[in-house]
């Protein structure tokens, strides 16, 4: 049973950093890809990053472009958000996501079937 656990949530100031990490476990897949998205109060879940198994391929949002930036460690299962510049609209639950194989748009919710419970970010002065 795959596992994703975030880390990193908190509260910054409009314009501070923030750094989102995320450790899965339990994966029998020898490739996957894996991914962010966030939901913030009264909305829908939106895509934010996305990265592939071999690092060469990356997606943004274009709500996060040019501010955010995904990576991962294969050798330590996990995946991490550099979040740089942030502003007041970027305050949500952030989850983390997993998939051997996206069926449909990397950008849709349903197209991953593994979530982790999620781990607040609040942009706020």
């Known amino acids: 049973q795959v596992q994703l656990v975030e880390s990193g949530g908190g509260l910054v100031q409009p314009g501070g950093s923030l750094r989102l990490s995320c450790a899965a476990s339990?994966?029998?897949?020898?490739?996957?890809?894996m991914g962010w998205f966030r939901q913030a109060p009264g909305q829908e879940r939106e895509f934010v990053a996305s990265?592939?198994?071999?690092?060469?391929?990356?997606h943004y949002s274009d709500a996060v472009k040019g501010r955010f930036t995904i990576s991962r460690d294969n050798a330590k299962n996990t995946v991490s958000l550099q979040m740089n510049s942030l502003k007041p609209e970027d305050t949500a639950i952030y989850y983390c996501?997993?998939?051997?194989?996206?069926?449909?748009?990397?950008?849709?919710?349903?197209?991953?079937?593994?979530w982790g419970q999620g781990t607040q970010v609040t942009v706020s002065s």
């Open positions: 996501v997993l998939d051997d194989v996206i069926r449909g748009s990397r950008y849709s919710s349903v197209a991953w079937d593994y």
């Open positions: 339990g994966s029998t897949f020898s490739r996957y890809a």
């Open positions: 990265i592939n198994w071999v690092s060469t391929t990356t």
